[in-house]
């Protein structure tokens, strides 16, 4: 079955540090990837998502490439906010079942200024 | 602006009540879904529903069923809460056919307690 881990947490840098979070995924066929953002006290939101390999997604200074090869989906930002702290979880949809997503564990970031 | 609104943000329930957990949205979605949130866990699906009076299981229904009488409206029922469903629920709503399908819009989550 589909799966999706990422790097365990909590991470905590300093403001203006580089972020990386890591993904990486089992799936039959050819998902869609995603990252959703949960900031303290809502719902995830949507941060990012690529639908084929090689595609990058890109929002509010974040990006991951969809990795074929490596079946992995990094998300990364070349300068944090204290504002960037939150949860974040990786996800994946198989082409075969489009209603679900399979999410990984998450990964709460904290920023410090 | 568009949303998911889930009606009790915290609850706290006694092992043996019946618990309602309500969802609205007003997207005209396709495609409502429960999923619980634990620490270390992620999110796990517990049901979804793809259309009017429709559902299906996802990863973990024991304990749970659900309702959608209308689009809007989806529900999640404890029938008899147990300690073991203390827990984040969140609802999420998604509009149907591939290229919407899979981007949800979530509600802010309903923080349960069963003591």
């Known amino acids: 079955g589909n799966s999706v881990t990422q790097m365990e947490g909590p991470v905590t840098l300093s403001e203006e540090a580089f972020l990386t979070i890591n993904c990486t995924y089992t799936a039959t066929g050819y998902p869609s990837l995603f990252w959703y953002v949960q900031y303290p006290g809502e719902g995830l939101q949507l941060l990012l998502k690529?639908?084929?390999?090689?595609d990058k997604g890109s929002n509010k200074g974040f990006e991951a490439t969809y990795r074929k090869e490596t079946t992995s989906f990094h998300l990364e930002k070349g300068s944090v906010q204290v504002s960037d702290s939150a949860v974040y979880f990786c996800?994946?949809?198989?082409?075969?079942?489009?209603?679900?997503?399979?999410f990984g564990s998450g990964t709460q970031l904290t920023v410090l200024p | 602006d568009v949303k998911v609104t889930q009606s009790s943000r915290y609850l706290v329930k006694r092992t043996g009540e019946k618990v309602f957990l309500e969802c609205v949205q007003d997207m005209d979605h396709e495609n409502m879904f429960w999923y619980r949130q634990d620490p270390g866990l992620g999110l796990r699906l517990i049901y979804f529903s793809y259309d009017v009076k429709m559902k299906e299981k996802g990863d973990i229904p024991e304990g749970y069923s659900v309702s959608r009488e209308k689009k809007e409206r989806f529900s999640l029922i404890l029938e008899s809460a147990s300690t073991n469903q203390t827990s984040m629920y969140l609802c999420a709503s998604s509009r149907q056919g591939p290229s919407g399908a899979n981007v949800l819009t979530f509600g802010a989550g309903s923080r349960l307690t069963v003591l």
């Open positions: 996800a994946l949809s198989d082409i075969g079942s489009a209603r679900q997503l399979t």
């Open positions: 690529a639908t084929k390999a090689d």
